[in-house]
């Protein structure tokens, strides 16, 4: 070695301190290059490590052959080994900022260490703030918009108004709306919050912003993930956010109205899609089981949302994924478009709009007139507009929320197979960009990479124009509910029936492995009727999950027996003259004037219902 080395100084001084310069540089390249590669954990691990092994080897293959080559005064072949050694060192540099560049890009997925939360106090147009003036706030301590910053606006402002404390965003809306309060906190989401709200659709140009505050806070829901990785059974939690700006980073609270839950198996390649209508109304887990609506959830935080369905439908949700309304539309355009079968609606009337004979709806940013989106029935190839729009679409159908949907399952298989057929890099970073700019998750990036092999395995069938995927899709049976609430309005609901949601539900079960399916062992088939796809808890009814107490009011005792009977409720009639509060000179002797609870008051907790009759006190 050490005549080696002496001849190798007497070489020229040239192929010397090229020999030392492309020897420094392949080593760093060698460490950036190993550094990377080793974080795509799960991608080709064995190719990976027999990457880094042969540009080892080859590394100490240099050093040494060119001493021999130099120390001999053989030039050529010591040129033509550093000439592939800068070839390599190239390739690491270059696959260094590649691999670099999609990590950020997969970090771009995950959401924000940190939310600004922006809360509004708000007023109704027609309302003279002043000190005399009444602030409503939230009452749980906890609520960073309700009453975490609408105090420290208070503070700052030195308001010294009187405040009055709810429950219920929706409540307090409704106090202020009925003059209980002349001022409320909300979020600046506000209006995309509330104007689905029958009672609300005005809201944005009914009230008018008194003060405004922002806050920096922690965002608790990236500790809801849990340590799955992709290559096991999933669930993910799809949620949709409506907003007119940066609705993935600022807020917690978001419009709740379109909740997928979604299972996947990498085994079978199969998932499930359950679509939640908005409206449906179940126990609310973060108000200690009050019920509301579903969406209503969603204006307090994505945890909220969580436990909600998890409560519902008994399934543990593994992650979540919330996607910007606005971001289908970057995302289709990506595609190229994506094939949807538009279903013929039952009116081409959408909201006083006429949509000539299509389906009409509002532009992404829910603007009609010259902006409106008129999308073909039957078979249709749709660009990003068109997608979103007849994602949204529920005025012109007759089943509403539920035709909703239908199409948002729709919209998102048709953009799963669409992406599936991806064949070139740029098509990839168009549709990663839109992606990364309009989805946030609660997954890790070691948690994405882990499910490289499973979408390796997926385009592999995608190209070879194989099933890629199967999708079972849900519906799920629902029925109306006319809901009294606490502030004397009546709110539009739906209920649900239990073997319809046991039948989605079992289906989830079973495709994460938490339960066998059932065998079936008899098969009919008949040539002249139409195949029918399989939807679980479509048309299972039965039992309903929930009731309201029916309106006995201008109806007389005999009529409210059965009625008594039959749902074992302990009845009492008292008889009320003109002395009491609740007589009323339009009924007639005998009829009941009121009764305890209201009719529409959610029957889970009654066991007694008071009925006030026109007559003589006993």
Same mark, same amino acid.
Request: hydrophobic share 40%.
């Given at each position: ?164 404390? #709810? ?231 007759? !089943? ?181 509060? #609740? ?12 009764? !305890? ?22």
């Amino acid at each position: 070695m050490n005549k080696l080395l002496k001849r190798f100084k007497k070489g020229k001084l040239f192929a010397r301190l090229l020999f030392f310069l492309i020897g420094i540089c392949y080593l760093i390249g060698f460490i950036f290059f190993t550094k990377n590669i080793v974080s795509l954990t799960s991608i080709e691990t064995l190719i990976r490590y027999i990457a880094i092994g042969l540009f080892l080897l080859y590394f100490i293959f240099y050093l040494f052959y060119s001493l021999v080559k130099i120390g001999n005064k053989k030039y050529v072949g010591f040129y033509i080994n550093s000439l592939i050694s800068i070839i390599f060192i190239v390739i690491f540099f270059f696959s260094s900022k590649i691999i670099g560049i999609g990590l950020d890009m997969l970090s771009g997925l995950l959401d924000s260490d940190k939310i600004t939360y922006t809360t509004n106090l708000i007023a109704l147009n027609k309302t003279d703030f002043n000190e005399d003036s009444i602030i409503g706030l939230i009452k749980d301590e906890d609520n960073i918009e309700g009453n975490i910053l609408a105090k420290r606006l208070i503070k700052e402002n030195k308001l010294t108004n009187k405040t009055k404390y #709810y429950d219920d965003p929706l409540e307090m809306l409704y106090a202020l709306y009925n003059g209980d309060v002349d001022a409320a906190f909300v979020s600046n989401n506000y209006v995309i919050l509330y104007s689905s709200e029958e009672d609300f659709a005005s809201i944005g140009s009914e009230t008018k912003i008194l003060y405004e505050i922002s806050g920096e806070f922690k965002n608790k829901d990236l500790s809801l993930a849990s340590n799955k990785s992709l290559t096991e059974p999933v669930t993910v939690l799809i949620m949709g956010v409506d907003s007119e700006s940066d609705g993935l980073n600022a807020n917690a609270a978001f419009n709740g109205d379109t909740l997928i839950l979604a299972t996947f198996n990498p085994k079978t390649l199969s998932a499930t899609l359950f679509s939640i209508p908005r409206d449906t109304y179940v126990p609310i887990a973060c108000r200690g089981g009050v019920e509301a609506k579903i969406n209503s959830s969603a204006a307090y935080s994505t945890s909220c949302v969580i436990d909600t369905v998890e409560d519902l439908t008994k399934v543990d949700i593994d992650y979540y994924v919330k996607i910007d309304f606005k971001g289908v539309v970057d995302l289709v355009e990506a595609l190229g478009g994506v094939d949807v079968f538009v279903e013929e609606p039952y009116t081409f009337n959408n909201q006083g709009h006429n949509c000539n004979g299509m389906v009409c709806e509002q532009n992404s940013d829910r603007q009609w007139g010259d902006k409106t989106v008129y999308i073909g029935l039957g078979n249709q190839h749709l660009d990003g507009e068109q997608a979103l729009a007849y994602a949204r679409c529920r005025h012109m159908y007759a !089943d509403s929320d539920l035709a909703r949907n239908r199409h948002q399952q729709d919209i998102i298989l048709a953009i799963a197979k669409k992406a599936a057929q991806i064949r070139s890099y740029d098509e990839f970073k168009k549709v990663f960009d839109a992606v990364s700019n309009n989805i946030a998750t609660n997954m890790s990036t070691d948690q994405i990479l882990s499910g490289y092999d499973i979408l390796k395995d997926m385009v592999s069938r995608a190209m070879q124009d194989e099933e890629f995927i199967n999708i079972r899709k849900s519906y799920l049976e629902i029925y109306n509910l006319n809901v009294y609430l606490p502030s004397g309005m009546v709110t539009y609901a739906l209920g649900y029936y239990k073997d319809s949601l046991e039948e989605i539900t079992e289906a989830m079960r079973i495709n994460l492995d938490l339960e066998k399916p059932t065998l079936t062992k008899s098969f009919n088939y008949s040539i002249n009727e139409v195949y029918q796809e399989n939807i679980a808890g479509k048309n299972l009814r039965g039992e309903k999950n929930s009731y309201v107490i029916e309106d006995f009011v201008g109806k007389t005792k005999e009529d409210t027996k059965d009625y008594c009977e039959s749902n074992n409720y302990d009845c009492n009639y008292i008889y009320i003259d003109k002395s009491s509060k #609740y007589y009323d000179a339009s009924f007639d002797s005998d009829m009941i004037a009121y009764q !305890d609870p209201h009719a529409g008051t959610i029957a889970t907790d009654v066991d007694e219902i008071n009925f006030y009759i026109i007559g003589a006190i006993d």
